[in-house]
């Protein structure tokens, strides 16, 4: 059964804490987002070690397999807008269908093991082009295929929502995530 999309736009959580996840992605300061790319992506090595994790909870839900193959490709995506944030001036960021990835990719039939190490191999790559931002590059801007505007402080910022609310999705971590 396919999953039913997920159409909300999550850019406020850099303005304001998650009430679903209760992660603050605004209080996060630059020089951290780094580690805490390491911090928010290290728990899926377990969690993809689960029996039970290419287990939906829901038929419309995704298993712990397909959010852990979905972190894996939004630390790959970040990486890419990044570097273009970094490199081009007015960045624009092409569009990424999550839901369509997710199919297409087959998500929920690849190899847990594999992804557990796609995310740590993405998650590092990730956490030292953070670590590398000059300090005056952290305005740069660019925008998203919908016209949402990113810095690469808020960029990172995002990112790290994300990381942690699925996190929470999957219940290795404590919270009150809706799943979707």
């Known amino acids: 059964?396919?999953?039913?999309?997920?159409?909300?736009?999550?850019?406020?959580?850099?303005?304001r804490s998650c009430p679903e996840c209760g992660?603050?992605?605004?209080?996060?300061?630059a020089g951290d987002i780094g580690d805490a790319v390491l911090?928010?992506?290290e728990p899926?090595?377990?969690?993809?070690?689960?029996?039970?994790?290419?287990?939906?909870?829901?038929?419309?839900v995704w298993s712990?397999?397909?959010?852990?193959?979905?972190?894996?490709?939004?630390?790959?995506?970040?990486?890419?807008?990044?570097?273009?944030?970094?490199?081009?001036?007015?960045?624009?960021?092409?569009?990424?269908?999550?839901?369509?990835?997710?199919?297409?990719?087959r998500y929920a039939e690849q190899d847990p093991l594999v992804v557990a190490g796609d995310i740590r191999s993405a998650a590092e790559s990730l956490a030292?082009?953070?670590?590398?931002?000059?300090?005056?590059?952290?305005?740069?801007?660019g925008l998203r295929s919908n016209g949402s505007e990113f810095t690469v402080l808020t960029?990172?910022?995002y990112l790290l929502h994300d990381l942690a609310h699925h996190l929470v999705d999957v219940r290795a971590v404590p919270g009150t995530a809706a799943a979707h």
Not at 23 to 28: L, M, N, W
């Open 128 to 141: 030292v082009a953070y670590r590398g931002v000059p300090d005056r590059a952290w305005g740069r801007k």
């Open 39 to 41: 911090r928010l992506t």
């Open 64 to 105: 712990p397999l397909e959010y852990g193959a979905h972190i894996r490709d939004v630390c790959q995506i970040f990486a890419v807008r990044l570097r273009q944030l970094l490199t081009e001036d007015d960045a624009r960021f092409t569009n990424w269908d999550q839901d369509a990835t997710a199919e297409q990719s």
């Open 44 to 60: 899926w090595q377990q969690v993809l070690r689960r029996r039970d994790v290419a287990d939906r909870p829901d038929p419309q």
């Open 155 to 157: 960029l990172g910022q």
């Open 23 to 29: 992660f603050d992605a605004g209080a996060v300061p």
């Open 1 to 15: 059964m396919l999953i039913v999309a997920d159409t909300k736009d999550w850019t406020w959580t850099i303005e």
